[in-house]
């Protein structure tokens, strides 16, 4: 992603809220922003109170005081602008692999999003070279190690801070690491010097989480929809039936996930000829195992899981989120509204879903690859069975990350540490929560990838009867990067190349293109 060029769709921030879409836009696909004229208004206003209250004898918490267990410690204003500096440089000790830089990105934008709200008492010439430094394609390195999501994410936001200032490293448009300094006068942009709140103001917030869950919905959102494409075409590939996935039964259970991911099931199975071979009088399977007929009651939790965390995402991209904050009436208070755990849990609930569907997928999966199970299909899918493997192993690769994944869904929002002295005495590790969804979501893209490897492959061997138009388009969109059934040969690519096309939602895309849009 480079610098923004003209004519790239501007999205502007001001005292209402951000979309998640928006949030996903600047993040990941390089939007450009500014801040309105109300904005600029509200943070002019919300200066004037705090340099009223630096000018105060009473002690007021990150003006005039140290920060968290030193919060008793009265600075004289003579040592103010080092007090802002220091906690920038201090609280910048991230540590580990380098956070993607989307992450970075969505985390400098919510934090500039708060700070328009005119409650952190920034001056707006600071809020400006954020956002020119996010238009310039500057982006903070630092480490995945180090918030505790309380006071928000403190850690993570203060190398975002440090940058501003020019110091630290980040990376330029073109994504090489350079020094702040040098990168923002490449931009023309001058470093910031901080004066009194901000650099508490740019560091105390839920961004990163926030920002990690944003993208998250915008991936699961895909792999929901990718779920029931892959989920349609093992129910044909497995001889199946659609039966129980017939409005007036799903009815019966009123939750409206499973409604969608029902009706999806009976677009992408329509006018499939395979189903239609064993619908006779003469068929004697009763019923599907749980793991196809199943499906939709999955994959609708799931929805209903992603729609209660939008929800929460969408109240926090609502908020105002710093300590102390800045009133309308002039006050500026202390509070715990930088706590992370509503963000936290909802990151948490997420990986319970994206656990379960993997883990349905790779039933099916396995289920294809049984003789005993897969109604007629040769054992693993192989060309000539004992000579070869067929697709064996990449079940294993699935129930390798499904256990993964497993692991990933235990909740990070429960495991409190203390810090600070004990002031910070109860944390909620939203953070933490973000970075195992990011995995886990990177490993159920890989599970759906090897299903509709596997079921494409078994479509494929029940020829000369046709699969549906849909999951048929699927199976063609497939074949342009993966062959089709033969003897054994290098699969590592071919998972790899299944994995890119599902990422990029090219399955989706394919069946769509047949069903019309799936929501």
Known sequence: MGAVRAGDPLIEIGTCPLTLAQVVAVARR???VGLTGDALAAMAQARARVEEQAARSTPVYGISTGFGALATRHIDPAQRVRLQISLVRSHAATSGAEVEREVVRAMMLLRLATL?????????RTALTLASMLNAGITPVLGEYGSLGCSGDLAPLAHCALALTGEGDVRDCSGA??????????????????????????VNGTDGMLGMLALAVEDLRLLLRTADVAAAMSVEALLGTDRAFAADLIALRPHPGQAVSAANLRALLEGSLIMESHRGPDCNRVQDAYSLRCAPQVAGAARDTLAHAVAVAERELAAAIDNPVVLPDGRVESNGNFHGAPVAYALDFLAIPVA????MSERRTDRMLDRARSAGLPPFLAEDPGVDSGLMIAQYTQASIVAELKRLAVPASVDSLPSSGMQEDHVSLGWNAARKLRRALDGLTRVLA????????????????????????????????????????????????????????VPLDAAEAVTGPLP
């Open 177 to 202: 690491v350079l020094p702040a300094a040098a990168a923002l006068a490449a931009a023309g942009l001058r470093p910031v010097e901080l004066a009194a709140k901000e650099g508490l103001a740019l």
């Open 450 to 505: 090897i299903e509709i490897l596997t079921a494409a492959r078994a479509l494929d061997l029940r020829a000369p009867l046709r699969p549906a138009p849909a999951t048929a388009a699927v199976v063609a969109a497939l074949r342009h990067r993966v062959p089709p059934p033969g003897s054994d040969r290098f699969l590592a690519p071919e998972i790899e190349a299944a994995v890119r096309l599902v990422r990029k939602g």
């Open 116 to 124: 328009a709200t005119g409650h952190t008492g920034i001056r707006p």
């Open 356 to 359: 379960d569907l993997a883990s």
């Open 30 to 32: 390089g939007a450009v």
